[in-house]
């Protein structure tokens, strides 16, 4: 069975500060994506970052960057000069290629404290 | 970007009545969207795949003839509460996959708060 484990059920960092939080993940497949999104307190999801299986670059948007490591099945998400806005509930997805259905980790609750 | 919108944003409804929720993609085709049930400081699970014009398809646990799901066009899917217990009291969220972005990516609705008396 796949599944995504995120092992941080709740982070603070300091304003303007950097911060990275965790996920790992497990399957057999060998082509499948992976997603970082971030929910609020509105509860909207909002797609933070994508990345693809078969590349090996890391993807980058704006402040934030992942960590792909495919060997290992990590998938970290690091969020540079942390604001406030990003206090959210951040959640790692994963879906194979095959499928369009995703699996999300527990969340991590990240709060940025001024 | 593309949207997708959810009606009613919180419904309250009495133990034993039907609720029914709307998502609607506004500015893309969706021959697939998603259900999602969200508990309190929980993360998001699949409920069943909506697929324009068939039958849903459900996850293992879910009872289909209490979440009717209804994708009657392109833009629109509707799940449906039947016969609503307290235990039923979630959060709902629905997602459209864009099949016409090169990106195939889903996008969330807002989300709807069910609670039942």
């Known amino acids: 069975a796949q599944t995504v484990t995120q092992s941080q059920p709740e982070m603070s960092v300091q304003e303007a500060e950097t911060v990275t939080l965790s996920c790992t993940y497990d399957?057999?497949?060998?082509?499948?994506?992976l997603f970082w999104y971030k929910q609020p307190p509105s509860r909207q999801m909002i797609l933070v970052i994508r990345?693809?299986?078969?590349?090996?670059q890391n993807a980058t948007e704006n402040r934030f960057s992942v960590n792909f490591q495919k060997a290992a099945k990590s998938f970290s998400l690091k969020i540079s000069d942390s604001q406030l806005g990003d206090t959210a509930m951040y959640f790692c997805?994963?879906?194979?290629?095959?499928?369009?259905?995703?699996?999300f980790g527990t969340g991590t609750r990240l709060k940025v404290l001024a | 970007g593309a949207v997708v919108s959810q009606h009613p944003s919180w419904v309250i409804c009495k133990s034993g009545t039907s609720v029914k929720i709307e998502c609607r993609s506004l500015?893309?085709?969706?021959?697939?969207m998603f259900w999602y049930r969200q508990f309190p400081k929980q993360s998001l699970m699949l409920m069943a795949t909506?697929?324009?014009?068939?039958?849903?398809?459900?996850e293992q646990g879910v009872e289909k003839d209490k979440f009717l799901i209804n994708h009657a066009s392109l833009t629109l899917s509707t799940l449906t509460v039947t016969s609503a217990h307290p235990e039923d009291s979630s959060f709902y969220i629905c997602?459209?996959?864009?099949?016409?972005?090169?990106?195939?990516?889903?996008?969330f609705g807002p989300g709807t708060r069910l609670t039942v008396l």
């Open positions: 997602s459209a996959r864009d099949q016409g972005r090169q990106s195939d990516t889903q996008y």
């Open positions: 997805a994963f879906r194979t290629s095959g499928t369009y259905k995703y699996i």
């Open positions: 399957t057999s497949e060998n082509n499948y994506y």
């Open positions: 500015d893309f085709q969706a021959t697939t």
């Open positions: 990345q693809e299986a078969y590349k090996q």
């Open positions: 909506s697929n324009e014009g068939s039958k849903a398809t459900y």
